[in-house]
């Protein structure tokens, strides 16, 4: 025992014994904990929560990496103006895919959105105003705004022939237009209620003759087409139909707007939804997508005319030109037919909802 005593005699007290670390086999190394049953090894529970951590972080990474392949599925499908509304197929019609034309993209994109470019837009419109060679149409969508327009535009801007401010419709206004060319397109501003192809050939014969005017010199149109929410559209397009002028329309007609039900007619419906409502917007994509020399396209939502108006006003002021508020607004009646639009319905629109996305969200 003398090693352990000192110089003065009293025990000096063992050193404890080091203790290591137990290697830590459960991650690879080369502990005993490896080598022995799990029931037998000390390590053993160690090494079944480590199994069921990797099990874990194994599927969350898998959930992780699922979640990302949806997002970028679903930040592609929106890029690409591939975009889905309520039930409809996936599978694009074909006369939607059309929806942009090479030509209406080019320069970065000659579609100028109200709601999202307010200030180009207003630029654009103003621009065109104090220009003397530059006339200013309306493509007129039934039930989006456009009488309300009108209205702003013509008392602002009065046409010297009265015969202008009938706006309506199709194959009478043409011959009116047909037989006074002259005076529709000298006018600051016109509109028109017309299908696609008879705008185009307002706007065509209207550039040919204010060259002519002009000596071959340039001239400018901007045409600016209103736009509204499709279902909200046809529902108030409907209410019109059967609650004024029902006289006017044929037997079928009256008789579904007079029992006023979609499941009581449904054939009717239905026909009226993929025809004649969603010709509204198929003319709207026609019209837009008209790529010629001197033409601009502007496009405003329902939901923007209020401010449009301020914008007007404040645009138009340094001008010196005072904008006067319309005295007409085109109301709706409800006092026959209060139309319910169901889901089925709605689902025949997928024409008009798509191209309203593309020229909405998509521009």
């Known amino acids: 025992f003398g090693s352990s005593l000192g110089s003065s005699g009293r025990r000096r007290p063992h050193p404890r014994p080091l203790r290591l670390r137990r290697p830590m086999g459960s991650f690879g190394g080369s502990s005993n904990c490896n080598t022995e049953p799990s029931g037998t090894s000390p390590c053993g529970s160690s090494n079944d929560a480590v199994a069921r951590r990797r099990r874990i972080a194994m599927g969350m990474s898998s959930v992780a990496i699922a979640l990302l392949i949806l997002a970028a599925a679903i930040w592609r499908d929106q890029v690409g103006l591939n975009l889905r509304v309520g039930l409809m197929p996936i599978k694009r019609q074909e006369d939607v895919a059309e929806a942009f034309t090479d030509a209406a993209r080019k320069d970065g994109g000659r579609l100028i959105n109200y709601h999202r470019y307010p ?37 602002t801007f009065p046409p010297k022939d009265g015969r202008i401010r009938d706006t309506c419709c199709e194959e009478g206004l043409m011959s009116r237009f047909r037989n006074n060319r002259l005076a529709f397109c000298s006018a600051k501003f016109s509109a028109y209620q017309l299908e696609g192809h008879l705008f185009e050939e307002v706007l065509r014969s209207c550039l040919d003759i204010n060259r002519d005017v002009a000596g071959g010199e340039g001239t400018r149109v901007v045409v600016i087409t209103p736009l509204r929410e499709p279902i909200q559209r ?130």
């Open 234 to 363: 046809s529902v108030s397009q409907i209410n019109q139909l059967c609650n004024k002028n029902l006289g006017w329309r044929n037997n079928a007609t009256r008789e579904a707007c007079q029992r006023c039900s979609y499941d009581a007619d449904r054939s009717f419906w239905d026909d009226l939804a993929e025809s004649f409502l969603n010709d509204a917007f198929r003319s709207a994509r026609h019209v837009t997508g008209l790529a010629l020399d001197g033409v601009e396209h502007l496009l405003i939502d329902t939901l923007d005319l209020h401010a449009f108006s301020d914008s007007l006003r404040i645009a138009l002021a340094s001008l010196n030109v005072r904008v006067v508020a319309p005295k007409y607004s085109n109301g709706e009646s409800t006092k026959l037919c209060d139309f319910k639009m169901p889901s089925a319905m709605m689902r025949k629109l997928r024409t008009s909802t798509e191209i309203y996305l593309n020229l909405t969200v998509g521009q």
């Open 119 to 155: 200030d180009r837009f207003m630029s654009v419109l103003a621009g065109c105003i104090q220009e003397s060679g530059c006339r200013v149409f309306l493509n007129h969508m039934y039930k989006a705004g456009g009488t309300s327009l009108e209205g702003l535009m013509f008392e």
